[in-house]
């Protein structure tokens, strides 16, 4: 390999190795911020898991018992195995858009009713549906942003596994550029040194005829 061709070569893994420690640095800094952002947002709103079951804890969340949630990972299973659980039960299987119109519908035959007893009666269960029909906003919303937040921690994580990709492969290029500076420090030497061996001249006696 001539000198030109060599020194190409270690350029490029210059250039390469600049870019792939600017990428770690940039995906640890991805990873870092996005998992600060969610401890930031969650610690405030002060969202504990039940300490154990006699307070409300699912078998399924043992593992959380009496934990803050501050990380993507508990919010996922906040809003999933606790939250989903209330929802499920507090609106017997149907989401807040039927019990709004549920509500909305009763409110109307209240209105139309002529019977002051069957109006009492729709109107009670109209409020009763819209509060039914509140605490499925509430908790869907709630339950909303609990799975945003962990959307955000997966994408930390993969800027995380990026962080490692990319250090590794800086690692590569930077073992595979002193390779290639010591070969080229090497070459040099020897030619140099076979530059300055002198040679010695023939002692074959020279047949004359």
Not at 58 to 65: G, R, S
């Amino acid at each position: 390999m001539n000198a030109a061709i060599r020194w190409r070569i270690i350029v490029l893994q210059v250039v390469a190795l600049f870019a792939l420690i600017l990428g770690t640095l940039g995906a640890y800094a991805a990873y870092s911020f996005t998992n600060a952002q969610i401890h930031d947002q969650l610690a405030p709103q002060q969202i504990f898991f039940p300490k154990d079951a006699a307070s409300g804890l699912p078998d399924n969340l043992k593992a959380y018992a009496g934990q803050q949630v501050l990380t993507g990972e508990q919010a996922h299973a906040y809003a999933e195995k606790y939250i989903g659980l209330h929802l499920s039960e507090t609106g017997q299987g149907h989401p807040y858009s039927y019990w709004s119109g549920k509500a909305i519908a009763d409110r109307a035959a209240a209105a139309a009713a002529t019977d002051p007893t069957i109006k009492a009666q729709l109107t009670a269960q109209a409020a009763k549906e819209q509060g039914t029909a509140d605490t499925m906003f509430k908790g869907e919303t709630l339950k909303g942003l609990l799975n945003e937040a962990y959307a955000f921690s997966v994408f930390g994580q993969i800027a995380f596994y990026a962080t490692i990709g990319l250090g590794l492969a800086a690692l590569v290029v930077l073992g595979a550029l002193v390779f290639e500076i010591i070969d080229a420090v090497r070459g040099r030497n020897t030619v140099a040194m076979a530059q300055l061996t002198p040679i010695e001249p023939s002692r074959e006696p020279i047949a004359i005829n």
